[in-house]
C-alpha cells in the first residue's frame, strides 16, 4: 500500500507522541502504586502493632470495643486496597496501550465547525495531561460508532446529550505490534473487506479474540442498544453471536462509567464450562475483569442445593444414545419444562398448605402453646408471600409464643422437633405429586399430557430414587424452589447476557425472569441449531411474553464470518428452518464425503488427514463423532498412532492440536479443520440428526470433510 511520505511521517511522529504520552503516564501511575504500596504496608503494620492484644479477646466482655479498634484501623487499608488495585487496573492497559494504542483513526467536521478532528480510536482511551482532550478514544466512546457505521460522507452519532451529526473525510486503520506501525490503510469498503478477509484467514487459536477492530454495522447496533429492556438476536452459525454478546457485556461495563453500573451487575450465562472457558480471554481483552461468568447448570446447583445434577451434556448424550427410551427422554423433557406443567405445579405449590403440611397442635413441657387452625390459617392468608418466607416467619410466631408464656428460649433440638412441619422437603413433594396419580390427573385436566404420561411418570419416579438429579427434573426443582422460597440471589444484576439461547425450554425462561426480575436481557441463539426439541422463530416470541418486558427488539444475523463459502454451502443443506446464509466470501477446499469398508482402513484415511492437516500449519483439528461413545471408541483406536485428546464431559482442556469431541459439546466452538468421523447411515438418519451435522459443519474455518464406514448417511 503506497503512502504518501509526509502523511506517513505524520503517522510516525503521532504514535511516537502517544507512547511516549501513555509512558510517562505509566510512570505516574506506577509512582503512584508504589507508593499506595508502602502505605498499606505500614497501615497493616499499625494494624498489627496497635490492635494485637485485643484481637485475641474479641469474644470477651469488651470485644465490641476491640472490634471497633480493629475496624478503624482495617477500614482505610480497605480503601488502599481498592486504590491500589485500581491503579493496578490502569497500569496494565497503558502497559496493553503502549504496545498498541489505537487501530483506527476518523477525520470528523462537527456540523457548524470548519476544521476537520482527527480521531483516534484504541481498545482503551488516553487522555492528554492535564486537559480533558482525548489523545486516543475508546472503541466504545460513542463518537468511536461513526468508524463502524459509516463510510466517509454525513455521519451522525448518538451522544448523552442527543444526535451530534457531521462529516467524514478519512477513515484510516493501522496495524501497530508492539509500539511499531507495520502499516496502515485508508478504508473503503473493499479493502476493509480485504483486510476482514485476510483476518478471518488465519488458523484459529485456542480461545476466542476480541473483533473491536472489525465490528460490523449490524453488529455495532446490537453492541451499543441501549434503547431495549430486551434484546434478541437469531444469527446463524458464525455470523459473530457470541462476539456480540461478550462485546456487549464490555460496552455495557464501559456504560456503567455513568449508570453506576459496576462488575457485579453484569452477568454472562454459558451453556456448559467447555465454551465459559473458551471465550474466557474477551472481556478481560477488552480491559474488563470483572463481569460474572456462570454456566446455566451450576446456577440450577446453586438454587437446589446438596444435590448432584446431571449436566446438560450428560443429558444429551443420555437423549442421543439411548435407543428404547429416547422419546420417553425427549417427551420428558419437553412436557416438564412446559408451559402446560408449569401451571400444573403452580397448581401444586397453592395445593402444599391445605394438602401436604400436616399442621398440628404445638405443646411445649406439656403446656399449650398455638392450635393447628391458627398456624393454618397464618400460612393460608396473604397470598403475595411466598410460602417458605411465611413458614419461617411461623417459626418465629412460634418461638415468640414459647418466650411468652414459658420465658425461656427454646433450644436447637427441641425447635427442630416442634417445627417440623415447616420445613419442606421439596424432593419429597415433587415426588408425592406424581405419586400419588389421582391427584395429579385432577391438578392435569384442564391441560394437553403427553400420550405417553404414564411412561414419563415412572421414567421419572425411577430417575428420582437414583442419586443424581436429571436435567428435566433439576429444572421443575428449581422452579418449585423459587416459587416456594423467593430470590435472594442475584438482587444486583442489571444487565444478563444469555448465548445459545434455543437451548433453553419455557421453564428456563420462565426461572431466568424470576431470577433476574428487574434485569435487562441480551438473548443471541440459532434455531437451527437447537438440540433434543423443535425449534422455529416463535421461540423469541415466548421469550419475549415470558420476560415481558417495556421495549423488546429481535435482530437478525445472516452473514457467516466463520467459514469458507465452499463450507458454509455444504453445511445449508443441513439448516431446517430455511433461511439465507449468506458467506463473507472467502475460499477454501470442498468438503468431500470418504467411505471405507473397514474401521481400519477408515482409520488410515483420517490418519491421512490429520497429517495433511498438521502439514498445512492448522493449529485445531477437531475429529466430531455424534456421541461420547463414539469419540471414545475412535480414540482407542487412535491413540497409539497420534497425540490425540478427548473432550469429555468435565474436559477443560485447550482446544489445541488435534482432538475427538462429541458434537453437542462442539456447539459455540470452532476449529481450523473438522473431521466429522461417523457421518454413517446409523448414526445420522433423522430430522434431529440434521441439527448434529448442521453444528458440527459449521464448526469448520477452512477445511471440512466427513468419514464413515459403511453406507453414507443418506443426509449427505
Ligand atoms: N466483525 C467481525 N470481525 C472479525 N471476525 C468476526 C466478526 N464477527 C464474527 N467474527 C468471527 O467469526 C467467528 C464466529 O463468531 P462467533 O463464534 O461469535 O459466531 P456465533 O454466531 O456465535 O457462532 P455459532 O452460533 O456457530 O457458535 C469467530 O471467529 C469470530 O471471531
Redesign the pocket.
Known amino acids: 500500500m503506497e503512502n504518501n511520505q509526509s502523511e506517513l511521517e505524520y503517522e510516525l511522529k503521532r504514535l511516537e507522541d502517544t507512547i511516549a504520552l501513555a509512558k510517562k503516564q505509566l510512570s505516574y501511575e506506577k509512582q503512584r502504586n508504589e507508593i499506595n504500596k508502602a502505605a498499606i504496608i505500614s497501615a497493616k503494620k499499625e494494624l498489627r502493632e496497635n490492635t494485637s492484644h485485643t484481637i485475641s479477646g474479641l469474644w470477651s466482655s469488651d470485644g465490641f470495643e476491640a472490634l471497633a479498634e480493629l475496624s478503624q484501623y482495617a477500614n482505610p487499608i480497605t480503601e488502599k486496597i481498592v486504590d491500589y488495585e485500581e491503579v493496578e487496573n490502569k497500569i496494565a492497559l497503558l502497559e496493553k496501550l503502549i504496545q498498541s494504542p489505537y487501530f483506527a483513526r476518523i477525520d470528523f467536521k462537527f456540523e457548524g465547525e470548519d476544521m476537520f478532528e482527527k480521531i483516534y480510536i484504541g481498545r482503551s482511551s488516553l487522555m492528554k495531561d492535564n486537559s480533558y482532550e482525548m489523545c486516543v478514544y475508546d472503541w466504545r466512546s460513542p463518537i468511536a460508532s461513526v468508524f463502524y457505521r459509516f463510510v466517509t460522507g454525513q455521519a451522525f452519532y448518538d451522544a448523552p446529550a442527543g444526535r451530534i451529526t457531521g462529516e467524514v473525510s478519512l477513515k484510516r486503520q493501522y496495524e501497530i505490534k508492539k509500539g511499531i506501525l507495520e502499516y496502515y490503510f485508508d478504508a473503503d469498503v473493499q479493502i476493509v473487506d480485504e483486510f ?1 478477509r485476510k ?2 484467514s488465519q488458523n484459529n487459536s485456542s480461545k ?2 476480541t ?1 473491536v477492530e ?3 454495522k449490524e ?1 455495532d447496533i446490537v453492541i451499543r442498544d441501549m434503547e431495549n429492556d430486551l434484546m434478541m438476536v437469531q ?10 454478546a461478550l462485546h456487549r457485556a464490555a460496552y455495557l461495563m464501559y456504560q456503567g462509567l455513568s449508570t453506576k453500573l459496576s462488575a457485579n451487575n453484569i452477568i454472562v450465562i454459558s451453556p456448559n464450562t467447555l465454551f465459559e472457558q473458551y471465550i474466557s480471554n474477551v472481556i478481560p481483552e477488552l480491559g474488563e475483569d470483572n463481569v460474572i461468568s456462570m454456566v446455566f447448570e451450576d446456577m440450577l446447583a446453586a438454587i437446589i442445593q446438596n444435590r448432584r445434577i446431571q449436566s446438560r451434556n450428560q443429558f444429551l448424550e443420555s437423549l442421543i444414545t439411548s435407543s428404547g427410551y429416547r422419546s420417553t427422554i425427549k417427551n420428558s423433557i419437553e412436557f416438564k419444562t412446559s408451559h402446560q406443567f408449569m401451571e400444573i405445579l403452580n397448581l401444586f405449590i397453592y395445593d402444599i398448605p391445605y394438602k401436604w403440611i400436616e399442621f398440628e397442635d404445638i405443646y411445649y413441657d406439656g403446656q399449650f402453646i398455638v392450635s393447628k387452625e391458627i398456624l393454618k390459617e397464618k400460612i393460608i392468608g396473604r397470598k403475595e408471600v411466598p410460602l417458605g418466607v411465611k413458614l419461617k416467619h411461623l417459626e418465629d410466631f412460634i418461638v415468640d409464643l414459647i418466650y411468652e408464656l414459658k420465658k425461656i428460649r427454646i433450644n436447637n433440638l427441641a425447635k427442630k422437633e416442634i417445627l417440623k412441619f415447616t420445613e419442606l422437603d421439596i424432593i419429597e413433594l415433587y415426588q408425592k405429586l406424581l405419586r400419588d396419580k389421582e391427584y395429579f390427573y385432577t391438578l392435569a385436566k384442564d391441560f394437553e399430557i403427553p400420550e405417553d404420561m404414564e411412561d414419563i411418570l415412572v421414567y421419572t419416579q425411577e430417575n428420582l430414587n437414583s442419586n443424581l438429579l436429571f436435567y428435566d427434573d433439576a429444572t421443575v426443582l428449581a422452579y418449585i424452589y423459587l416459587k416456594i422460597y423467593g430470590v435472594n440471589e442475584y438482587k444486583n444484576i442489571k444487565q444478563v447476557v444469555i ?1 445459545e439461547a434455543q437451548d433453553y425450554y419455557y421453564l428456563h425462561y420462565v426461572i431466568f425472569s424470576l431470577l433476574f426480575e428487574n434485569s435487562k436481557f441480551t438473548i ?1 441463539g ?1 434455531i437451527n ?1 437447537t438440540l433434543g426439541k423443535k425449534e422455529d422463530m416463535t421461540i423469541y416470541d415466548q421469550i419475549r411474553k415470558i420476560l415481558s418486558k417495556k421495549k423488546s427488539s429481535l435482530a437478525t ?1 445472516d452473514k457467516s ?2 467459514c469458507t463459502n465452499e463450507i458454509l454451502t455444504y453445511s445449508s443443506k443441513f439448516a431446517q428452518q430455511c433461511m439465507e446464509i449468506k458467506s463473507f466470501n472467502r475460499k477454501g477446499d470442498e468438503p468431500g464425503i470418504y467411505a471405507r469398508d473397514s474401521q481400519s482402513s477408515l482409520n488410515d484415511l483420517i490418519m491421512t488427514e490429520i497429517k495433511y492437516c498438521k502439514d498445512k500449519g492448522y493449529q485445531s483439528i477437531a475429529l466430531i463423532c455424534k456421541t461420547e461413545k463414539n469419540s471414545l471408541s475412535l480414540f482407542t483406536s487412535l491413540k497409539d498412532r497420534i497425540d490425540v485428546q478427548i473432550m469429555k464431559d468435565d474436559s477443560t482442556t485447550e482446544l489445541q492440536g488435534v482432538f475427538i469431541i462429541p458434537v453437542y459439546m462442539s ?2 466452538l ?1 476449529f481450523d479443520a473438522v473431521l466429522i468421523c461417523d457421518a454413517d447411515n446409523t448414526n445420522y438418519h433423522s430430522e434431529d440428526d440434521k441439527n448434529l451435522l448442521y453444528i458440527a459443519s ?1 464448526r469448520a ?1 477452512h477445511r471440512l470433510n466427513l468419514f464413515c464406514m459403511g453406507e453414507a448417511s443418506s443426509l449427505l
Open positions: 476482514l483476518l478471518l476466542m479474540k473483533i472489525t465490528i460490523q453488529q444469527g446463524v452459525a458464525g455470523s459473530g453471536k457470541t462476539s456480540i448465548d443471541l440459532d441449531q444475523m464470518f466463520r456447539k459455540g470452532e459449521t474455518l
